[in-house]
Each structure stands twice: as C-alpha cells, then as structure tokens.
C-alpha cells in the first residue's frame, strides 16, 4: 500500500487547528495532527512545502522508516515545528496501519492495559467563589481530579482564568492581530494559592485530586516554597514550575519539597528528558502526541519514564485536536505505566468538524472500538471555519520586564 497524497487543512472552530490527511491508493485514509498553538501556518507549511512531496509513492506500512526519514532525513533536527509535522505524518500512518488491520490504534500498541482512563479537569475563577463553582462543575461531569487555576488579587486575568467576563470556558489563545498581554507577580502569588489550596480542601474534602499549573514563572527557589507551603494539601502535583530549559532547577526544587512534579509539555523530543529521567527529578510525563513526534515518539518518550518511575499524563488541552487527544487515548489505554490524562473538554463546532468514537463519563475515557484511531474529519464542515490569526497571550511583570507565560 503506498502513499498517494498528503494534504493539510487548517480550520477553526472556535480555534485553530491544523490536520494533516494521508490518503492510500488503496482508499484508506489517515488524519494526523499537527497544530502549534499561535504557531500553525509554520507547521502548515512545513508539512505542505517539504513533507507532503517527499511521501507521495512511499509504503504507507513503514511507519518506523518515515520516522526516521522525516527526523534524520531533515539534518535539522528535533524542534516544536518539525516534530508537530513528524507527528502528523506518524499518527496518519499509524491511522492507516490500524485501520487496515480493522483493529482500534491501542490493540497495535501492545492491547488493554486498563479498563478505562482517568482524566483531570480544568477548573478556574476570578476568586475563589468562581473558581469552587467551577470544581464543583467538574465534580457534576464525573471528575475525580481537578486543576484548579485562580486569579491573583491585583494581577488582573491571568494564566488559567478567562480575561472573558463571565466564561467559564478557558481559551488562551486569543483572535487578533497581537497577542493579550497580561500581569505576573511572583509575590502576591505565592502568599495567595495555600489559602486557595486550603479553602478548596474544606469545601471539597480529602478525596479530590487537586492539581495546579504554574506555567514555568518561579525561580527554582520560589518553586521549592510553593512546593513546601502547599504539602499540607497534599497536590496531586505541580505542573511546570519553573522554566523548562533549565532542568537542574528541579534539583533544588525536590531538595525542599515531596510534592510531585510534572513537566514536558513544551518539549518536544526524547532527547529533552536526558536530565529530567534518569535523576528522577520528575513524576509525571507531560509530553503531547502532536509535540513529540506522534505515537512514535511519545511512546519512545513515555518508556524513558517508565524505567526511572515516571507515570505519562499526556497534554490534553484545547490546542491538541480531538486526533492528537484520540491518539493520546489509544497509548494510555495501552502504556503500562499511565498515570492520568488531561482533558480540558472541547466544545461544540469542533465536533462538527471531528467526529470522534472516544467517549468520557464518569471522571474516565474509553479510546472506543472503531478500527483506527476512531477519529473522522469531516472536510466540508473544515472549509466552513475558516483559519483566524490567533496568539496566545504574553506575561510582565509589573515594571514590564517581559516573563515566562
Ligand atoms: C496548559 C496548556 O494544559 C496545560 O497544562 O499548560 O493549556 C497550555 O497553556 C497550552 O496548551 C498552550 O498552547
Ligand atoms: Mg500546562
């Protein structure tokens, strides 16, 4: 079977997504995803300029081979727009390669691991009035495990809480021309989130899972505080809490804290983690499908893990599309040493668009039986919401020193 075409459709509905659709010339197709939030036409290109003419004729099979001819083959490697392109391709071949074995993705990932696949929440507010309301949302759709996000009193909207009066559905990138610019003070941070952590615990009680994502703005020893002062509320963990470039940060961090520690979503290769893994400065996993090289690479990335006791929480945001979100289900239900899956819910029109078999209820996902990933892109329905220039937003702090979003 080999590749007859490859072609890249941008749509928005409701935001940016970009997919990229391998047809066979024996009528099989394949979707993939490849969208880079704030970043998509680079991918678009990518994939349209130099990858969709170097895959027509190839054996649409040899998934490993065109891995590594897109990796190797580049002498430019790594990177978040090459690999956002690689996993495109990769997830449309695994598509296709399932698909012609008439079995769900997970059944050629080794089978069921799990009868189902625990997800956290977002939740989010203003204060802590909106944000309870908004846990106590997530607990009414059947989550055990929230993430809970809250304004800082004088830091205006920020990370996690809507600049949207009165949405409760949280979108960071934002349509227009340039992007939102917003406040960060490391200060009044750290001396508000214990008190919402606490006031979150009474109403809630013991049993939630609570997690929090600090978005990399703390220095290594404002990490380790926060870290400290939040250990009474026992988190499930604290995501990102310093930049990730710089890993040994999270040695201090862990020499002052035993909360656990998630990071990854912004890496995009195996090669990221060399630190990270093997001095177990991490407990959680959190590369995307789309953002490391597809089910290839992230499988790659999540086996790392496995050996230094490392759980996978694939990135689920709004930016990965529900074929970089099935792709993630289909490893999870499949990858021995899962731990929890994001899932920050998209909302109507992209269904209108994506037509998905996965299903959640009840806190958890099932990757459903169609054979493939599950997933069908409906073309028609694309080319009726049409790509918006969108960026995500920017950070200062409040001398505007430009910071870490
Ligand atoms: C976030 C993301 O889901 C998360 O943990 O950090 O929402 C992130 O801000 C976006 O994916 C950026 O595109
Ligand atoms: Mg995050």
Redesign the pocket.
């Known amino acids: 079977m080999r590749i007859q075409s490859a072609e890249v459709v941008v749509c928005s509905p409701g935001r940016n997504f970009v997919t990229l659709i391998v047809t066979t010339d024996e009528g099989l197709v394949g979707i993939g995803d490849a969208t880079l ?1 704030g970043r998509e036409l680079a991918v678009a290109s990518y994939l349209t300029d130099h990858v969709a003419p170097l895959l027509e004729g190839r054996d649409a099979a040899a998934v490993e081979d065109t891995w590594q001819y897109l990796y190797r083959g580049a002498y430019w490697r790594r990177g978040p727009v090459t690999m956002a392109a690689i996993a495109a391709v990769d997830v449309a071949l695994w598509d296709i390669k399932a698909q012609a074995a008439g079995m769900p993705l997970y059944q050629l990932l080794g089978g069921r691991s799990r009868d189902s696949i625990r997800a956290y929440g977002h939740a989010h507010g203003r204060d802590i009035e909106e944000l309870s309301d908004s846990v106590q949302a997530r607990i009414e759709q059947g989550f055990g495990a929230v993430r809970i996000q809250v304004g800082i009193p004088g830091n205006g909207p920020g990370y996690g809480i809507s600049s949207v009066e009165g949405a409760h559905d949280y979108e ?2 934002s349509v227009g021309l340039r992007p939102v610019e917003e406040v960060w003070d490391a200060g009044s941070y750290l001396r508000h989130i214990p008190a919402v952590f606490e006031e979150v615990r009474s109403r809630f009680g013991a049993e939630l899972d609570l997690l929090h ?1 600090v ?1 990399h703005r703390l220095s290594p020893i404002e990490a380790a505080r926060l870290g400290r002062s939040l250990e009474p509320f026992h988190p499930f963990w604290l ?2 809490v310093t930049v990730a470039e710089n890993q040994r940060a999270l040695r201090t961090v862990r020499e002052h804290t035993v909360v656990p520690l998630a990071m990854g ?1 912004t890496y995009n290769s195996i090669v990221d983690y060399l630190q990270l893994l093997p001095e177990q400065l991490i407990d959680y996993v ?1 590369s995307a499908v789309t953002h490391s090289g597809g089910v290839t690479g992230l499988k790659r990335i999540l086996e790392f893990g496995a050996i230094y006791g490392a759980k996978s929480a694939t ?3 709004t ?1 990965i599309s529900p074929v970089g979100l099935a792709a993630a289900l289909h490893i999870d239900t499949a990858h021995h040493d899962f731990g929890i899956q ?1 899932y ?1 819910q998209h909302t109507g029109p992209v269904f209108d668009v994506f037509d998905v078999g996965y299903a959640f209820a009840d806190g958890v996902f099932q990757p459903g039986e169609r054979p493939g990933l599950g997933v069908r892109f409906d073309r028609e329905a694309a080319a009726r919401y049409p790509y918006r220039q969108a960026y ?1 937003p920017v950070n200062r702090l409040r001398d505007g020193t430009l910071h870490d979003w």
Do not use: S
Request: charged share 45%.
């Open positions: 939030n960071p990138a994502d978005h995501e990102d979503e959190r990135h689920g945001p930016d994001e920050m995500l």
